[in-house]
């Protein structure tokens, strides 16, 4: 099947890297980055396309965008992995609409969208017989979307609890482990590439609150929007909160919540005992859910980077290949 990738930074990069000598039966078509774009209907070669990149800053011609890759319409599924706007979802709302409108798959990393418009795109995507993928959504190589959709299926999930946000969960180890201020570990997350320049949406608890918008309205049934999510973010815990929390057998974590039958969706920095399956350190994601038949299942695993992320658009793929065939 021929895939296209609007957005090449970090997880477009990895999505091409493992395209790169694959076996998986996908011809890379067309690429574009901000300022550039690539379209050959024979397909690319993923490794010249990382090569320019890396070289000259672009993926292809400048002048050429996304514009010209939708009116080619050379691809069964795109790849949208652009910025998150967590406000309207733009521009890659319109994107996704646009390609699910022309009847053709799509599968996205990108919350905004999923986050603001999931009932519209969804309604869209079945009425043109095409799939909307979007594990990458949600907590990176963990398999927690189709872990939950399929692998739980026929279950009621009574609640979900999870730490969501690999920035804030390395903060909080790095202060409880090394006995650094908030701002000292923050600059270690920075330093390392865990944490971008401006970490507002990672700090202030708004990252794991549009997941859990997206877990809330795809996988549960509700139908909410940001605004509905009570947030509250890292930023003002102290080391002294932590070291108290640890003479008591317990730490600190930001928490992502949602119990359905009270319509609670809530983000916040819990107090959990040591020994409780969502202390997890460093980067790491974990996600615990209670079915009234399965009882509790907890999904850990790591929840951001390239490679990680580039593992679950890659199951997405591999999903859509098998359902419509080799060779379309």
Do not use: W
């Not at 690539?38 to 490794?47: F, Q, R, V």
């Not at 994107?95 to 969208?113: A, Q, W, Y």
């Amino acid at each position: 099947m021929r895939v296209a990738i609007i957005g090449f930074g970090a997880v477009g990069r990895g999505v091409a890297q493992v395209l790169v000598g694959s076996d998986h039966d996908f011809t890379l078509t067309a690429v574009a980055d901000s300022r550039s774009a690539c379209i050959d209907p024979d397909g690319l070669n993923p490794a010249e396309v990382l090569r320019r990149k890396e070289t000259t800053g672009l993926c292809g011609t400048e002048g050429l965008g996304i514009p010209d890759i939708l009116s080619m319409g050379e691809f069964d599924i795109l790849i949208e992995v652009s910025p998150t706007n967590a406000n309207g979802g733009e521009p890659a709302l319109s994107t996704i609409r646009s390609v699910l409108g022309m009847g053709k798959h799509v599968v996205t990393s990108n919350k905004g969208p999923i986050a603001c418009a999931f009932t519209e795109l969804k309604a869209l995507a079945d009425q043109k017989g095409v799939i909307l993928g979007y594990e990458a959504t949600v907590a990176g190589a963990v398999p927690v979307m189709n872990g939950l959709r399929h692998g739980l299926a026929g279950n009621r999930i009574r609640s979900l609890h999870g730490i969501l946000n690999g920035t804030c969960n390395y903060i909080l180890t790095r202060m409880r482990d090394e006995g650094l201020t908030y701002h000292q570990a923050l600059q270690e997350a920075r330093d390392l590439g865990y944490a971008e320049a401006d970490p507002t949406y990672d700090v202030k608890g708004i990252d794991t609150a549009i997941k859990l918008v997206i877990m809330a309205n795809s996988l549960l049934g509700m139908n909410i929007a940001l605004s509905d999510v009570e947030i509250t973010g890292i930023d003002q815990i102290t080391v002294e909160a932590l070291n108290l929390a640890e003479s008591e057998g317990s730490t600190i974590r930001l928490i992502g919540e949602i119990i359905p039958e009270k319509n609670l969706v809530r983000v916040s920095p819990r107090v959990i005992s040591l020994d409780h399956p969502l202390v997890v350190d460093g980067t790491l994601n974990a996600i615990s859910v209670c079915c009234d038949l399965a009882g509790p299942v907890t999904f850990i695993g790591r929840g951001a980077g390239s490679l990680p992320t580039a593992s679950a658009i890659l199951a997405d793929l591999n999903s859509i290949r098998d359902c419509h065939g080799r060779g379309t």
